[in-house]
């Protein structure tokens, strides 16, 4: 089954600006999921995901069902053909984290009906993704955690779209029918990190709206569509994580007039102490929610 997610190998940038991430990571707000600047707020978008990696933002949300221990035992020992000792040990040694049982025999199913009679499950790979990345940008922005996880190429890739003054090497052989993330060469940070982060922090406390390039995409629409689920507004959901989604506070990126937002989704539980373990928010979410 293609997942079309192979090609995120090629698109990779071999070093990662630690610096311009740091920058920007400092200026995330959690409760909306927007970057906070002089002059209002920013986002990644599901329409960033489209147009910059190539990746699906329509179809089905990425989940799985909680399961018991029995029940996910007795489904790993029929997917990888062990028994259900080994099984029981697998998950032991996961602790619940590694292995996602129940999306896994879903995945298994969805392959063997490919196979049966080639048609592939949609799912919005995207908007999992974009679920993962606000939750990575929330958990870095607690002072005792020194780094985060995710693919980090799009954020820089978004960062250098939007921000002149942070912006690496252009690829002069980008080509528009290319996804945007070909749009700029990624290069090892000379000089002191320090230094170049105190600039970069003074360059945005400058920065005015004129300053930031918004509706990147709007005279590339042949070669990158748009989808409407862009302008969703609710939660999305990657696995366990569901974090909310709120693009009515940033109608500009889509060139839009800026509106009155909407009030922020409450949690109904939040813990955000200042590690990484410590930061676990939780929103109420129904799969039926998600409308693709």
């Not at 600006?17 to 978008?45: C, I, Y």
């Not at 035992?73 to 998950?91: H, K, P, Q, R, S």
């Not at 939750?135 to 002149?164: N, P, S």
């Not at 170049?196 to 509706?215: N, P």
Request: hydrophobic residues 40%.
């Amino acid at each position: 089954m293609d997942s079309r997610l192979i090609s995120l190998v090629s698109y990779s940038y071999k070093f990662v600006n630690k610096v311009v991430v740091s920058a920007f990571v400092e200026r995330w707000q959690p409760e909306a999921n927007t970057f906070h600047l002089p002059f209002g707020e920013m986002s990644p978008t599901l329409d960033d995901f489209n147009a910059i990696l190539g990746i699906l933002v329509i179809g089905k949300s990425v989940s799985c069902k909680k399961l018991l221990n029995v029940d996910a035992a007795n489904m790993l020992a029929e997917a990888l053909g062990v028994t259900i000792d080994e099984a029981n040990v697998a998950l032991k040694v996961a602790q619940g984290q590694s292995i996602k049982v129940e999306w896994l025999r879903q995945r298994f199913r969805s392959m063997s009906d490919a196979d049966n009679d080639n048609t592939i499950e949609c799912v919005a790979r995207g908007a999992a993704a974009l679920a993962f990345l606000y939750q990575q940008l929330g958990t870095a922005t607690r002072y005792a955690v020194k780094q985060m996880a995710g693919y980090m190429t799009l954020l820089e890739a978004r960062i250098y779209e939007h921000f002149v003054s942070a912006r690496t090497h252009p690829n002069l052989d980008y080509k528009e029918d290319q996804p945007h993330v070909f749009h700029w060469i990624s290069r090892t940070q000379s000089g002191s990190s320090t230094s170049i982060l105190q600039r970069l922090r003074e360059d945005l406390d400058r920065l005015e709206a004129h300053g930031v390039i918004w509706d990147l995409y709007h005279d590339k629409r042949i070669e990158h569509s748009f989808f409407d689920v862009a302008y969703y507004s609710g939660c999305l959901k990657y696995m366990h994580i569901i974090e909310p989604y709120h693009p009515d506070r940033v109608l500009r990126q889509f060139g839009r007039v800026k509106i009155i937002p909407l009030p922020l989704f409450a949690p109904v539980r939040a813990s955000r102490g200042s590690t990484a373990k410590q930061y676990n928010i939780a929103y109420k979410y129904l799969d039926t929610i998600w409308k693709s």
